[in-house]
């Protein structure tokens, strides 16, 4: 019998599936790194969800961290190491849900006719959330600290459930408006970091911020591809789906130049801002 601790699920959908179920964090990064590599490889047939199994309601997670409401998070700074793992460990936590998010995007979706250079795509951020989440870890490690030690919010998953039956309002709410958020907070954070003398925590994020522009890209070009192909104008489709599934207003400042380049125009978000002043 094969090892299951070293086996291949038979599908990307499969291995979609596998990587969103566990909840051991390891097994989690282990799979997306061997699923992708079998995916580029071409090693692995798309497969889909009525042989391959429904993707889960919710992602596994092991017994830590405790899920706390927003509220109730402790303070998170790169000012004293109490706020530097606080906010160390929010971001392992951001990116914990980040590879159950795109790996639920490519499994849920797999009914949906699509070409390979979308998988390709989505892969691709799959693998990478897995590595940020990795080195976010290591991190956390050279602090004496590890994932689950403090609380985190569950939050992000909500967004998720909401937008599970739209693949276009997926694409809106995750790439486009709580990752393309990673391009407006990353770069202060670096700076930050480095004023306080923190160059491993700057490097790091100098990676995350980096891939993320991919991944707004990415997400920019997919919703504009979906869009094109229901004749239906990218922009205004953008600001009825962040209405309807995505509480809040979404807040400046804006890193215009960063989105911009992801092929995030103002003319998506900046309608949806509260005005000021």
Request: with cysteine; glycine share 8%; proline share 8%.
């Amino acid at each position: 019998m094969p090892d299951p601790a070293t086996s291949l699920p038979s599908s990307l959908v499969a291995g979609a599936r596998a990587i969103v179920s566990s909840p051991d964090t390891q097994e989690k990064v282990r799979l997306a790194y061997a699923v992708s590599k079998a995916w580029f490889q071409r090693g692995l047939a798309l497969g889909s969800p009525s042989k391959d199994g429904l993707m889960p309601d919710r992602p596994g997670r092991p017994d830590h961290p405790v899920l706390l409401a927003p509220r109730d998070m402790p303070k998170r700074s790169l000012t004293g190491k109490a706020g530097r793992l606080a906010l160390l460990h929010s971001l392992a936590h951001i990116e914990l849900n980040a590879v159950d998010l795109t790996w639920d995007l490519i499994g849920r979706f797999a009914h949906v006719r699509l070409p390979r250079s979308y998988y390709d795509d989505w892969v691709r951020v799959g693998l990478e959330e897995a590595k940020h989440f990795s080195m976010l870890q290591d991190r956390l490690a050279g602090l004496d600290a590890r994932y689950g030690d403090m609380p985190a919010h569950d939050g992000l998953w909500q967004a998720a459930q909401d937008t599970g039956h739209d693949l276009a309002a997926r694409l809106a709410i995750i790439p486009l408006v709580l990752e393309a958020r990673g391009l407006d907070i990353t770069p202060p954070m670096i700076e930050k970091a480095r004023q306080i003398g923190d160059e491993d925590t700057a490097k790091c994020l100098e990676v995350i911020y980096r891939d993320e522009k991919n991944h707004v890209a990415f997400g920019a070009k997919w919703f504009r591809f979906l869009c094109d192909r229901q004749g239906i104008s990218p922009e205004p489709a953008f600001h009825l789906f962040v209405r309807k599934h995505f509480r809040g207003a979404l807040k400046p400042p804006f890193n215009d130049r960063a989105r911009s380049e992801a092929g995030l125009t103002p003319g998506f978000y900046k309608p949806l801002a509260p005005l000021i002043g």
